[in-house]
């Protein structure tokens, strides 16, 4: 299997986003708190979660306290800080690595949202980009 773009490297599996889900909601979790939680939708191991957390914490999504007998894990950051890193980081590779379908893809999405004066707008920015451009 071939390794992501080095920007794409900070999307989280699927495990990973269900763990990230149940510490950003309990805001404080240990090891067996999030195995709790996640055993009632999925057959996991303890150690699978001990694992994911510990990977999580070495991606720095996760801080972990040893002072106790349990560590307990708290989020670095928030869901939608999260959530908007990785779309900027999604959309930056898709505009670099593919620039024209990417872009012919948001067009279309801006045209089917039914609003014309987004397209008019985009077209503005468009027509202005060029005018610098040809300064």
């Known amino acids: 299997m071939a390794k992501r773009n080095k920007q794409l490297q900070g999307l989280l599996g699927p495990l990973e986003t269900d763990v990230m889900e149940m510490v950003w909601r309990l805001g404080d979790a240990t090891v067996r708190d999030v195995h709790e939680e996640l055993r009632n939708r999925r057959d996991l191991a303890y150690t699978t979660i001990m694992t994911t957390?510990?990977?999580l914490a070495s991606k720095g999504l996760l801080e972990r306290d040893t002072s106790g007998l349990a560590h307990r894990y708290r989020p670095t950051v928030s869901r939608e800080v999260y959530a908007k890193s990785t779309v900027t980081s999604v959309v930056d590779w898709l505009?670099?690595?593919?620039?024209?379908?990417?872009?012919?893809?948001f067009v279309e999405k801006i045209d089917d949202s039914g609003d014309p004066d987004?397209?008019?707008a985009l077209r503005a920015s468009i027509d202005a980009q060029r005018s610098d451009e040809d300064d």
């Open 95 to 105: 505009v670099q690595s593919f620039p024209e379908p990417a872009m012919s893809y």
């Open 53 to 55: 957390m510990a990977r």
């Open 118 to 120: 987004v397209l008019s």
